[in-house]
């Protein structure tokens, strides 16, 4: 369990600007806990919070009962390497192989090359990637390189993974297979899973519970489907209304400046749509890359173990 306590964050500069204000939160274990909130809100600030990538100008991060803020050394570095994390622009490194970017925290802890590289080779199996173990990340689709990243971001057995803006720079179709990938890692691995995003469909498809915040406060917090049927706050009301266009929405689906497409949709609306129809048998067998354009190369490979 993660328990955010009266967490708050200023960064000084030319002027004082305060990113999280007296933030309380409790992340169970198993949860895929979503953060919510236009751009600005402060999600990355929390989120690289939790692994003291950002220290807290006030605030305890507690994690299973312990608190963490103050940790350094290697405390710190054992801290890290049990929290996975993920990003929008992925972060690979470009020299290396896709093998080697998956075996590049194993390294940091000194296992062995056999194991280093056979444990990278079970997941880019469980990735669906085994064969561009030797590639590298120019030569792989967005949502390929997120699938190394992914894999990168398990390889020291994390029970925890932050997602920051995971699906952001990938289309709707790739969006809808990377969180089928991280639903199947939580519910079968039992990795929590931190989920930032601008995208309503991503957190109301995946999240089992959210938390909406604004101008570094939180202002809303609840079971998913709580929240969006009865939003008490007025951020997250208008959050939901319909001129909200997703920031993880590349309108490759053809919205409009507005925000909605030909048929009045929302972009929100286009995507659960999407998500809706992929998670339809009779469409794709649930594997929307199957059906996908070469752009995602092979379907994923067996589900997680
Ligand atoms: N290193 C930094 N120095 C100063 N201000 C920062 C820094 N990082 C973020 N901020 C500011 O803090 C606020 C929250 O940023 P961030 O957490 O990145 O928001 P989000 O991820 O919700 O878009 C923004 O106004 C941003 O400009
Ligand atoms: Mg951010």
Redesign the pocket.
């Known amino acids: 369990m993660i328990q955010i306590e009266h967490l708050s964050k200023t ?1 000084d ?1 030319a002027s004082k ?1 305060h ?1 999280l204000i007296d933030v309380d939160l409790t992340i169970e274990d198993g949860d895929i806990f979503g953060i919510i ?10 989120v690289r919070c939790i692994n003291l990538l950002e220290r807290p100008t006030s605030g305890r991060i507690v994690i299973d009962g312990e608190d963490v803020t103050g940790y350094s050394g290697k405390q710190l570095l054992e801290l890290r390497s049990s929290i996975g994390m993920i990003f929008q622009n992925f972060s690979l490194f470009q020299q290396r192989t896709v093998l080697k970017n998956v075996t590049f925290p194993l390294e940091l802890v000194h296992e062995k090359r056999e194991h280093r590289e056979k444990r990278a080779y079970e997941l880019l199996e469980l990735v669906g990637l085994t064969e561009k173990a030797k590639s590298y990340p120019s030569q792989l689709s967005g949502g390929q390189q997120q699938r190394v990243a992914i894999a990168r971001a398990l390889a020291n057995n994390p029970r925890v993974m932050l997602c ?1 803006e995971a699906t952001s720079a990938l289309d709707t179709r790739t969006t809808i297979s990377i969180l089928k990938l991280l639903k199947d890692i939580n519910e079968e691995l039992g990795v929590t899973m931190v989920v ?1 995003t601008h995208s309503l469909a991503v957190a109301e498809k995946i999240c089992n519970k959210i938390a909406v ?1 604004d101008k ?1 406060r939180i202002v809303e917090t609840g079971e998913t489907a709580a929240v969006f049927s009865n939003p008490q706050s007025a951020v997250t009301r208008e959050l939901l209304g319909s001129d909200y266009l997703p920031g993880d929405f590349d309108g490759s689906a053809g919205t409009s400046a507005s925000g909605t497409d030909a048929r009045g949709r929302s972009a929100s609306t286009i995507l659960a749509d999407a998500i809706d129809a992929a998670s339809n048998p009779f469409v794709n067998a649930g594997r929307p890359e199957v059906h996908a354009s070469t752009s995602e190369g092979k379907p994923a490979g067996r589900r997680v173990k």
Not at 37 to 46: H, P
């Open positions: 960064y500069g600007h990113a909130g236009e751009s600005g809100a402060g999600k990355s600030t929390l920051d930032i915040i570094g």
